[in-house]
């Protein structure tokens, strides 16, 4: 199963692949060469292929969790100061996906989207210490009666070029749900209160959906 925002560049890749490797069939007379041609092609498919690829995952909504938003690497626990929206300290949790990752963005709780703004900036590593507040960025606050605001952030990185968010104000989060995409290795932070209780560790990896963040 694939996610939907990569239906049109898989679509355009499979084409261009089957035409490169019938243009190298035709006209290509070295056979080493005609045989690396191909299969560079058809590895840049699968590797198309298994970047848009969207798992299934049953989520149990349970409203004192806070599950993971993305696939991949806990690099960050740490008490910060959100000069965005809060103007208070937050627990930041930080998830960092390679380009191997699953790159679909869920919602980490249920709840109303109280906040949602995109935010034009540069394309730092995404494991940058700066990229958080410099980077290319949505943040989307969900509130509901148990965790009061929680804030995610999807935040682009040296490789991503474009960060898909669903999430629009007034609208109703759902745990687990589709919330966006991000293109090509990124990272997202969660915002959480200071009495939130910590479920992961630096550099556990955990699975979008499924992986529980923080409980109260």
């Not at 041609?37 to 699968?46: N, R, S, Y």
């Not at 690099?75 to 300290?89: C, G, L, R, S, T």
């Not at 293109?183 to 990896?205: A, C, E, T, W």
């Amino acid at each position: 199963m694939f996610h939907k925002e990569g239906h049109k560049i898989i679509i355009i890749t499979f084409l261009l692949v089957v035409s490169a490797i019938l243009l190298t069939e035709y006209f290509i007379p070295v056979a080493w060469l005609k045989f690396t041609l191909q299969i560079g092609a058809i590895v840049i498919l699968i590797l198309i292929l298994q970047f848009f690829r969207n798992p299934k995952r049953t989520s149990v909504p349970e409203e004192s969790h806070i599950i993971s938003p993305v696939d991949g690497k806990v690099v960050v626990i740490e008490e910060v100061y959100d000069k965005e929206y809060f103007k208070d300290k937050r627990i930041q949790v930080s998830i960092f996906m390679s380009p191997v990752n699953v790159h679909v963005t869920r919602y980490a709780l249920s709840g109303e989207v109280v906040y949602s703004k995109y935010h034009p900036g540069k394309y730092l590593v995404a494991w940058h210490p700066k990229s958080s507040e410099e980077n290319e960025r949505t943040s989307v606050v969900v509130r509901n009666k148990v965790w009061g605001e929680v804030m995610y952030k999807q935040i682009a990185g040296a490789m991503a070029k474009r960060i898909v968010n669903y999430a629009t104000e007034g609208s109703q989060a759902i745990q687990g749900a589709d919330a966006g995409f991000i293109k090509f290795g990124s990272r997202v932070d969660l915002l959480l209160p200071l009495d939130s209780k910590i479920n992961v560790n630096l550099n556990q990896k955990v699975k979008g959906g499924i992986d529980i963040i923080a409980e109260k």
